[in-house]
């Protein structure tokens, strides 16, 4: 896989610092349990649950946020979406499917480790009713820091006692890589105490494997080397759990040629992108995107040379 290093590395230094910051200021942190977020939905007979994790605000998106479009040209696309150009909000949405044999997560979350304004998405499964004793599995999309931070807590303990955690080889196989280490550490020391916790309870799979009945890998690399999308099915519903496949859908939707500053090799993430967009499109498959707007659910549709979302709508009954 074609890789520019330099990006790379960059991308995995910025992971790294999100591990890195403090937990944060006590009130911000209460101040958000107050308002814990989740979001029911069908898939056929299963039931899907949007955990609310918390934010991230990045100021100046103009600057440096895309890679191959100048400050003038993210603007303006921001303004013709009725967006700020001063600011944008990153949300961290993870999704438990409830299944015959368990919870099933799509990745973990920050943890409530990296930033005051992102809190974890157990007070969020507590507001709905699900007890992480019930998560027997856990599918990593990838191994950056706001998504696998919600392992373990600050001390290393597993927060999840009664799960395996699937990962993709890929992914498994960079992170490990001895080169990555050398130019990386801090991101790796992070994955690596992570996964300790798991210890014995860690399985690698094709990207393309069935790590349960109904759901599904698919391969969509380049926001990092091993990401691996997720599509749930159930009778005549279909759900796909894209990970980082795309950031905001005013970033990557409505541009999706933009390169953002995370993904690894922005070529093939954008040939990733490109690939499920249109599938979900065609096949009209309801998609959850990790940082979209909470409930971030919806449905893709082609819009000229982009595409556009539709978001789901809320039902007083799942």
């Not at 999100?18 to 107050?34: F, I, K, V």
Request: hydrophobic content about 45%; aromatic content about 8%; charged content about 15%.
């Amino acid at each position: 896989m074609p890789t520019d290093r330099r990006s790379l590395f960059a991308a995995a230094g910025a992971a790294a610092t999100l591990a890195a910051l403090p937990a944060g200021q006590a009130a911000a942190q209460a101040a958000a349990a107050d308002n814990p977020s989740f979001f029911r939905f069908r898939v056929g007979g299963l039931t899907a649950t949007v955990l609310l994790d918390g934010i991230a605000v990045r100021q100046n998106p103009g600057e440096g946020f895309v890679r191959n479009a100048d400050r003038a040209t993210v603007e303006a696309s921001l303004r013709a979406q009725g967006l700020p150009t001063g600011r944008i909000t990153n949300f961290f949405c993870v999704v438990a499917l409830e299944t015959p044999r368990g919870i099933v997560l799509f990745d973990s979350g920050t943890g409530g480790q990296l930033a005051p304004t992102a809190r974890g998405i157990l007070p969020a499964m507590q507001a709905a009713g699900l007890d992480p004793a019930r998560v027997t599995t856990i599918a990593m999309t990838h191994f950056h820091a706001d998504h696998i931070s919600g392992l373990t807590d600050a001390a290393g303990t597993a927060l999840f006692p009664n799960a395996e955690v699937v990962v993709p080889e890929a992914e498994w196989a960079f992170w490990n890589d001895p080169a990555t280490a050398s130019r990386s550490a801090q991101a790796v020391q992070n994955i690596q105490r992570r996964f300790a916790a798991y210890q014995g309870r860690v399985r690698q799979v094709a990207s393309t494997a069935e790590i349960a009945p109904g759901i599904r890998g698919v391969p969509t690399p380049g926001h990092t080397p091993g990401h691996t999308s997720f599509l749930v099915t159930d009778g005549p519903d279909s759900l796909m759990v894209l990970g980082d496949v795309t950031n905001r859908p005013e970033i990557n939707l409505v541009n999706p040629g933009w390169h953002v500053i995370f993904d690894m090799d922005a070529a093939l993430a954008e040939t990733s992108r490109r690939r499920i967009f249109d599938q979900i499109a065609a096949d009209r498959i309801r998609a959850v995107g990790y940082h979209w707007p909470f409930p971030a659910n919806g449905h893709v549709l082609r819009a000229g040379d982009g595409y556009r979302l539709v978001p789901a709508e809320w039902l007083p009954t799942a």
